[in-house]
């Protein structure tokens, strides 16, 4: 009798876990969430490049004080096609950030994205967001 309450109890469990997973959308023990993405290129129009200790003040100026709960930064190469046709290929930032869902997501965002844009002369910051799993 003993082993049948243990595996119903087990199985309750584990059917109770398998609806919040359905319900979520997410596996067990992650939690849904929106990311965001967002690309800076380092190249100035006119001439120059962005440098650490410039990418690391607007960092510090501009995007942490929007989004306090933590990012991530990597360095990457991006590359797309200019007006002529050809390949501009640039070293870019990434800059990663599970969104807190406070309501200003999106403005806070485009904040950092025209600040950029405006103190690097860059034509523009490419955002991509997208529905993730997550967990801390």
Do not use: N
Request: aromatic share 8%; charged share 20%.
């Amino acid at each position: 009798m003993r082993r049948i309450l243990i595996a119903a109890a087990a199985t309750v469990a584990a059917s109770t876990a398998g609806a919040a997973s359905a319900a979520t959308g997410c596996p067990v023990g992650l939690r849904p969430a929106t990311t965001a993405e967002v690309f800076f290129g380092q190249d100035i129009v006119g001439g120059g490049a962005v440098s650490d200790a410039d990418w690391r003040t607007f960092l510090a100026a501009e995007v942490s004080p929007r989004f306090p709960g933590g990012l991530t930064v990597a360095d990457v190469y991006g590359q797309w096609r200019g007006p002529k046709g050809i390949f501009v290929k640039e070293p870019s930032k990434a800059l990663f950030i599970v969104l807190a869902h406070r309501g200003d997501d999106q403005r806070r965002l485009a904040l950092v994205r025209d600040a950029y844009k405006r103190q690097f002369r860059q034509d523009s910051v490419l955002l991509v967001e997208q529905r993730a799993c997550v967990s801390f």
